[in-house]
Nanobody, 124 residues
Framework: VQLQASGGELVQPGGSLRLSCAAS????????MVWFRQAPGKDREFVAG????????SYSDSVKGRFTIFRDTAKNTVYLQMNTLQPEDTAVYYC??????????????????WGQGTQVTVSS
């Protein structure tokens, strides 16, 4: 499966943004899908995930209550709705997928397919 992330841009603190991850060459209902992010000088960090069967999703503590992951199977796309954005949310955001999560959802090595990343900058 190929993944194309988009939607990142400059936004003011307190603002909202929606990222998209369009999949091709595979159906997202067969994949566990996640969003990671990586800020300069930091490790890649798990943000949110949704299993192949759908459902409410899982979140890191730093974004819980502010971010929502959801999918549109008709468009074969996974989204990350980000609300109440803060400067510490500034990072390159990556979507990723795997058929089987080999260990923890929070490990980048658990995911086989990656999008190219989209830059989110939260600044006034």
């Amino acid at each position: 499966v190929q993944l194309q992330a988009s939607g990142g841009e400059l936004v003011q603190p307190g603002g909202s943004l929606r990222l998209s991850c369009a999949a091709s060459g595979g159906t997202i209902s067969r994949y566990n899908m996640v969003w990671f992010r990586q800020a300069p000088g930091k490790d890649r960090e798990f943000v949110a995930g949704i299993s192949w069967s759908g459902g409410r999703g899982s979140y890191s503590d730093s974004v819980k209550g502010r971010f929502t992951i959801f999918r549109d199977t008709a468009k074969n796309t996974v989204y990350l709705q980000m609300n109440t954005l803060q400067p510490e949310d500034t990072a390159v955001y990556y979507c990723a997928a795997t058929r089987v999560v080999r260990s923890s959802w929070s490990f980048p090595s658990s995911f086989d397919y990656w999008g190219q990343g989209t830059q989110v900058t939260v600044s006034s």
